[in-house]
């Protein structure tokens, strides 16, 4: 496998139910599916079913920042804990798809920043799928209207793509390669 920089040591997960991984007392699996956590303890997780498989509320949004994820990724259930609404417009952490309509809650993508050996910046960009779900803008028209001004900052670009359907995962990938780091 060749190393591609920091974004091939990056693990992105599912956050889902309850238990003690979430609050950071056992992190080796338990409420935590493939691991969220990365390169000294910062990582990026996809909270889109976090509360009992519906979303994410603020505690849950704590407790998952508490064990070291730098940033949480929504889906099709962003909004239904209705506290999140007025919690992701003050914290750019939590992120929902970028495809939502103009002038929805919250940013669909983010930047932060690693001190590694030298300092390396990460954009992740959230999207979400529409086949077999809520019709929302093309994500591949958004990809293509994004990117760009991602790679104005970094040439580090993790996506997390919440989709059904596979063909739909596939597309954007192939779509994308080259242009993106995971």
Not at 54 to 60: A, D, F, L, T, V
Request: with cysteine; charged share 20%; glycine share 14%.
């Amino acid at each position: 496998h060749a190393d591609t920089g920091p974004a091939a040591r990056a693990l992105v997960g599912p956050v889902y139910g309850l238990g003690p991984g979430r609050r950071g007392e056992d992190v080796e699996g338990a409420g935590l599916d493939g691991g969220a956590l990365f390169e000294k303890g910062r990582g990026i997780a996809a909270g889109e079913n976090a509360a009992g498989g519906n979303g994410i509320n603020r505690r849950i949004f704590e407790d998952i920042r508490n064990i070291g994820v730098d940033a949480v990724t929504m889906g099709n259930h962003v909004w239904d804990k209705k506290e999140i609404l007025e919690y992701i417009q003050i914290d750019n952490r939590i992120l929902r798809p970028a495809n939502y309509p103009e002038g929805a809650p919250g940013n669909g993508y983010m930047f932060y920043h690693l001190k590694l050996p030298q300092d390396v910046t990460i954009a992740i960009l959230n999207l979400s799928g529409c086949v077999f779900m809520q019709n929302l803008d093309n994500p591949f028209h958004i990809a293509d209207k994004i990117i760009p001004m991602l790679r104005g900052t970094t040439k580090t670009i993790i996506i997390d793509f919440h989709a059904e359907a596979t063909s739909e995962k596939i597309a954007l990938a192939r779509y994308l390669d080259g242009q993106i780091s995971a």
